[in-house]
């Protein structure tokens, strides 16, 4: 049986600038890394310590992971202080990722905020890879300002795929689209919302607001999934830090459908 705390060695590839505080870190594992878009990996500093975080980059690819993490703490500091050439442990991946095969047939919107880009994105891949299966895709995206967007360089090819709307906290003279929170642009898209599966990604008070502007649309709870990766550490269940009563995210999630959550305490927190 594979020992579950055993890393293997990832080289950093290349490290991307996406903001002044968010990195996307380009790695070359060992031995090819299968995962399913959701899932997440521990990443291990040496000598520093290890944390959670979702890959984001296609699934199809798991030679070559990417991971865009936000310096946020002690891990991440020493984290982005690391080089091209430089050596970090991998492990997992865990937890369980998205349905794909539940969601063909079905038209998919993305509501993602700030950091919650990196997975929506492993799933707007893997979405992509069978586009005939998903008969719309929409995604509405939103950060604090236009400096906090991530993958800028990638936002207008993905507008010829699929419908993309943008918003920020707080507009500069240079910005052309929506002002406002993200739950602002479910009021400027079309949805069939009993042919729609939603997919809600970022921080918890954003999570908790899309989620119940979704409910006030006429979405079954059934229908909305979230991707929360709430105080998660050791990926396998073992530090009892990331429970929510009976589950645990990284073992029973971080993917769960609204209804699975909605009556359970302290979901947001």
Known sequence: MKNPYVNQKAVIDKIIQETDT????????????????????????????????A???PASKPEY?????????????RLHSMKEGDVLGLRGP?????????FKGREMLLVIGGVGFPPARALLYSLLEQKASYP???????????ADIVYKYQIEDLRKDIDLLCTVDKADKNWKETEGVVTVLLDKVTINKSKTTAVVIGPPIMMKYATLKLKELGF????IYLSTERKMYC????????????LFICKDGPVFTYEQLENLPDIWE
């Open 220 to 223: 079954k709870s059934g229908d």
């Open 136 to 146: 719309r895709i929409t995604m509405c995206y939103g950060a604090r300002t236009p």
């Open 65 to 77: 992971l990417q991971f865009t993490i936000q310096n946020v703490g002690y891990m991440t500091n």
């Open 22 to 53: 968010i990195k996307t870190f380009c790695l070359k594992p060992e031995q090819p890394f299968g995962y399913t878009c959701g899932q997440f990996a521990e990443l291990m500093v040496p000598g520093v310590g290890e944390a959670p975080f």
């Open 235 to 246: 990926g396998i269940g073992q530090c009892r830090h990331c429970m929510i009563d009976s």
């Open 55 to 57: 890959m984001s980059n």
């Open 94 to 102: 865990y937890g369980n990722g998205f349905p794909l095969e539940a």
